[in-house]
């Protein structure tokens, strides 16, 4: 008979894909009342109701944590190992010790406690989807307050992913503080010996 866990853990991430910034980690463990009916998939929720949401989350859950890996482990780790930082730094930065822990996508950092992968977690599991509302609206809030350092990236509107207008100015500006050296900053297309490239 498969056991009952009362302190569930939902762990997932936010920023894998952006050229700039950190990779943001959360985990959350959920009180058997919490409204589950109000979470979902953040990457389908608009962004006035993310922060909503998160704020019940973080008011109602039993605890949250908040994980994070920084442009520069990126670089010397890679991102799947930066990532999987950030959740340990999530898991440790909780109170309450889990019963189980269950984590979005394919691959789990080492935990003191039984873990599982759930592929589309954040899609049907309600403490992930909790985390994942938590860890997307922390980075998008880091990165907006970023922005008021070098605002010339734009960063407050598209928080560092590969859209034409941060390519844009990566192209006319360089790299910034923030941006990951390891990643391909500038499309293929653009021709060859082109600066901010020959590094990466």
Known sequence: MEPVFSRVCGIDEAGRGPLAGPVTACAVILSGNFPTHILRDSKAMSPPARIRVASVIRREAIDYGVGWSWPEEIDHLNIHRATLLAM??????????????????????LTPCPSRCVIGGDRT???????????????????QRYSRIEPVYGFNRHKGYPTREHRDSIRAIGVSAIHRRSFRLLESSDPPGCPFTDSL
Do not use: H, N, Y
């Not at 599991?125 to 998008?140: C, E, F, G, L, Y």
């Open 88 to 109: 340990k730094r999530a898991l440790c930065a909780l109170s309450v010790t889990p019963e189980l822990v269950l984590v979005d996508g394919c691959f789990a950092p």
């Open 125 to 143: 599991v309600p403490q992930i989807q909790a985390a994942s509302i938590i860890a997307k609206t922390m980075r998008d809030l880091w990165m």
